[in-house]
């Protein structure tokens, strides 16, 4: 989710160049997305398919800032 996504890149992704953020359609991945406890019990999206196009409904380059990942401002 977009609250999950810094630590998530942080985590997984530090230090790597030319990552997207993308904006996709929950709805439309049905039963495919499914919401699993995950940190602290928090539950994360995973999805069990492959991403499609037709999901998203749009994408921005994700840069490194001083090593970290610059999230828009805004985002929730």
């Known amino acids: 989710t977009a609250t999950q996504a810094q630590e998530t890149a942080d985590k997984h992704f530090a230090g790597v160049d030319g990552l997207f953020l993308l904006g996709c359609d929950?709805?439309?991945?049905?039963?495919?997305?499914?919401?699993e406890v995950s940190r602290g019990g928090a539950e994360f999206p995973h999805l069990y398919r492959e991403l499609r196009m037709e999901d998203v409904e749009w994408a921005q380059p994700l840069p490194l800032v001083d090593g970290r990942h610059q999230f828009p401002a805004g985002l929730e």
Do not use: Q, S
Request: glycine share 10%; aromatic share 10%; charged share 10%.
């Open 26 to 35: 929950a709805v439309a991945m049905g039963a495919a997305l499914k919401w």
